[in-house]
């Protein structure tokens, strides 16, 4: 996390030293163990109706240091179903942090206008775009034929289908040899999806839940995007121990397929509340707890968006040192390469920042001065 005016120089140091309390799993086989501080970002929920609210979110998230943010994505409702224009205006306001998307669902895109689009905001941006894809919502897809098309097939076999061939041509795959009607080109050019950007690729990140997913990530050297669920494989273990596995495999994928150790963003629900009126308005907005009592809300079972049956990670609302000892006891925070601090869904900007400065002033330096 970089460091601004104020006073977060511990969130800037590089590497440090302590002792992290016990956690749920060994040591990854091979692990670094003097890994760099991680970076620190955050998730948002950005409306249509509070689009001067988002900016300004992202600004104030600029001065407090934060490496990166990221907005949701939606179809069918009120929050951004097109993120890239999102940044991409962004961009202008903000001049340091990157820029991303947790997640971009490939369910409801075309492969080769993503791929122009992901360029041009990488262009548009200087470089500082983070996108996240991920497959997309499949338990009711009816209700997205009409706008976004049916599927015809296997939903993970259409979504495969266009992330391979989104990172093909962004390898520059010749689609087309130029014809006489191919203006300013001479006939039988080879003909790519442009504009070019170089660096783009390097800088995608895939949202996988399971081991097997997360290992495909790793092959195709792709960041991994980590989430508040993993899916429930009928084992009883515990959120951590079944996100830890789909991690190890990125890592462990990665390597073979010699991209190095990859990329790992996990996001949490970890939030610093300094005040019983702090307290009681995020409980409102926690759709899991309604009781206002600082603490840990406990991992949960339930069925999740894609219809399947999937664990939940636990939320805190807890005082600072509270939620810094949470993500410290969390194994795979310990092994990953940024952290991102998920905001609740409809908290107004003011709380939004506040949160965003309580965790910048008083988690972070608990948290980077104990990690191993």
């Known amino acids: 996390m970089s460091t601004s005016a104020a006073d977060r120089s511990p969130a800037g140091t590089a590497s440090t030293t302590g002792t992290a309390p016990a956690h749920d799993g060994a040591p990854a086989t091979g692990a670094a163990t003097d890994r760099p501080a991680p970076r620190i970002g955050f998730v948002a929920q950005v409306d249509h109706s509070a689009l001067d609210e988002g900016r300004a979110l992202f600004r104030s998230a600029e001065e407090l240091g934060y490496d990166a943010g990221y907005v949701r994505v939606r179809h069918l409702q009120d929050a951004l179903p097109s993120p890239l224009l999102f940044l991409s205006a962004l ?14 669902p490939l369910r409801f895109e075309n ?15 200087g470089g500082r775009l983070r996108a996240g894809l991920a497959p997309g919502y499949s338990a009711h897809d009816a ?16 979504v495969d289908r ?6 093909s041509f962004l390898d520059g795959e010749i689609v087309a040899g130029a014809d006489a009607h191919i203006e300013e080109v001479e006939p039988g050019t080879p003909l790519r999806l442009q504009p070019r950007a170089p660096g783009l690729r390097e800088r995608l990140a895939y ?8 290992a495909m990530a790793g092959r195709l050297g792709l960041g991994l995007q980590l989430a508040t669920m993993a899916p429930d494989d009928g084992s009883g273990r515990s959120f951590a121990q079944l996100q830890l596995e789909a991690l190890r495999a990125y890592r462990e994928a990665s390597l073979e397929a010699g991209h190095g150790e990859g990329r790992v963003m996990v996001s949490r629900q970890m939030l610093p509340v300094l005040d019983e009126a702090e307290l009681e308005r995020y409980t409102t907005l926690i759709p899991r707890e309604r009781s206002a009592e600082a603490g840990v809300l406990a991992e949960h079972r ?28 969390d194994p795979v925070v310990l092994e990953a390469d940024e952290i991102a601090l998920v905001l609740p869904s409809g908290a107004p900007l003011e709380d939004a920042t506040r949160t965003l400065d309580a965790f910048a002033r008083h988690v972070l330096p608990h948290l980077l001065l104990a990690l191993p």
């Open 91 to 104: 961009a202008q306001h903000t001049e340091r942090i990157e820029l991303g998307t947790a997640v971009i």
């Open 111 to 125: 492969a080769g206008r993503l791929a122009e689009d992901l360029a041009t905001a990488h262009l548009l941006t």
């Open 143 to 158: 209700i997205y034929a009409r706008a976004f098309g049916a599927l015809h097939g296997d939903h993970r076999d259409h």
């Open 162 to 167: 266009i992330l391979h061939d989104l990172l």
């Open 207 to 214: 949202g996988a839940a399971s081991p097997e997913r997360a």
């Open 302 to 329: 339930r069925t999740e968006l894609g219809g399947h049956e999937a664990v939940y990670g636990p939320v805190v609302l807890d005082e600072p040192v509270a939620v810094a000892q949470a993500l410290l006891a």
